[in-house]
């Protein structure tokens, strides 16, 4: 079976909005379990896998600015969250077996690892999913830039982004129901067209350094251990 695999070594990123299931705000735990054991039949087939996680279940640094608080504390909140999100995640992999590691790009002694690029790489050669968190450290980017940054740091072949949507669409599916799904993209077509599947620093930073990414639905059962064993789901945007 592992013989038959793709890729070796890939990069998820699990925004903090899938976390929370149909609750407005916050983790569910049943979502947690189901993301647990989708990640655990990569591992099962030998596959590594890092994790970046978002925070915006629980805070968003441009929504508390528009609430009136200052933009980099607020960042600094949303990083923070994404370490409660990580976490969370880490105990829900642990409950299913799967040894897991958290790093934060933000030291935090005690809590979790600080970021460590080739500790990481050693983690994953090791079995175990590392989950990547408090985003870059840096105010003013987002955990799809985090995503895209240790995918390159960490050489996965592949970042594969989870959504609600199965794959990026010409327009909102929600709203338009001509809306047609791509099957593939150029960075540059995602770029012109502003297709807002992904922020375009994350985008742009793939596109130099020849990452492909995949956004693909996650919550088609199954939809995860296709990709990696080599079917295609949602849209591949790459060179
Ligand atoms: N954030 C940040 N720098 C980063 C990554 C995240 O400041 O490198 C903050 C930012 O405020 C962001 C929040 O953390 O809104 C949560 O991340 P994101 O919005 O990417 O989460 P997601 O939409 O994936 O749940």
Not at 14 to 32: C, H, K, R, T
Not at 97 to 114: K, Q
Not at 183 to 197: I, M, Q, T
Request: charged letters at 25%; a negative charge.
């Amino acid at each position: 079976q592992v013989g038959d695999k793709k890729y070796k070594r890939i990069l998820l990123k699990l925004s903090g909005e899938a976390l929370m299931g149909d609750q407005g705000f916050g983790i569910d735990p049943a979502v947690l379990d189901r993301m647990a054991l989708e990640i655990g039949q990569l591992v099962g087939i030998g596959v590594q896998v890092g994790l970046v996680v978002g925070g915006g279940n629980i805070y968003r640094g441009a929504a508390l600015s528009e609430a009136g608080l200052d933009r980099v504390t607020g960042d600094h909140m949303g990083m923070l969250a994404t370490v409660m999100n990580a976490l969370a995640l880490r105990d829900a992999l642990e409950r299913s077996n799967i040894s897991s590691r958290v790093m934060s790009a933000i030291p935090m002694s005690g809590v979790v690892e600080h970021y460590d690029r080739r500790a990481a790489m050693r983690y994953m050669e090791q079995g175990n999913v590392v989950i990547f968190s408090a985003g870059t450290g840096n105010p003013f980017f987002t955990t799809d830039s985090a995503a895209c940054l240790r995918g390159i740091e960490v050489d996965a072949e592949i970042v594969l982004k989870a959504t609600k949507v199965d794959g990026i669409y010409s327009a909102d599916p929600v709203k338009d129901p001509t809306a047609t799904r791509y099957d593939w993209l150029s960075y540059d077509e995602v770029l012109a067209n502003k297709l807002g599947v992904m922020d375009l620093t994350a985008i742009c930073l793939c596109e130099d350094h020849d990452m492909p990414i995949r956004v693909f639905k996650m919550d088609k059962p199954g939809a995860l251990l296709n990709i990696v064993v080599g079917s295609s789901e949602g849209t591949l945007v790459s060179r």
